[in-house]
């Protein structure tokens, strides 16, 4: 029973990641490689993705269709809460002045944190209201592509 629930865990972490990954995020799995893309110049936006419900049906869905905009972060990283432990930790000290919230987004400009998109911004919300906050955001602290 427990090796089942585990596949089906896995297969939910796999499908996740694949899911960032095609849409163009890179996946950070640790510190080392977190502090190399924060280190980076110009603006990141780092989606905190997990294995819940609204991650799958809101977050993802919103990190997807948000950078299709005129004005988008330079870099797009995901750090995986609950799986990654070591590489969202490192991630989440960036993000001074904020609570640890998965599934978040935190925007940063040259490695300081701009601002962030809670998991009680997300929660309950539908993706186009995510996609429309994310926006917001870009067109305030984002570069026209």
Partial sequence: M?????????DIVRQAREDLEQAG??????PEEVEGALARKGTTLVMINSVCG?????ARPAAAH?????KRPDHLVT???GQ????TAKARSYFTDY?????????LKDGKICTMVE???IEGHDPMSVVNKLQQYFEQYCEEV
Avoid: K, W
Avoid at 54 to 58: D, K, L, N, W
Avoid at 66 to 70: S, T, V
């Fill in 2 to 10: 427990s090796m089942d629930f585990n596949l089906y865990v896995n």
């Fill in 25 to 30: 995020y890179e996946q950070l799995q640790t």
């Fill in 54 to 58: 609204c991650a799958g049906g809101v």
């Fill in 66 to 70: 948000a950078i299709h905009y005129d």
């Fill in 79 to 81: 750090v995986f809460a």
């Fill in 84 to 87: 990654d432990r070591e590489a």
């Fill in 99 to 107: 609570p640890p919230s998965s599934p978040s987004f935190a925007l």
């Fill in 119 to 121: 998991r009680h911004e």
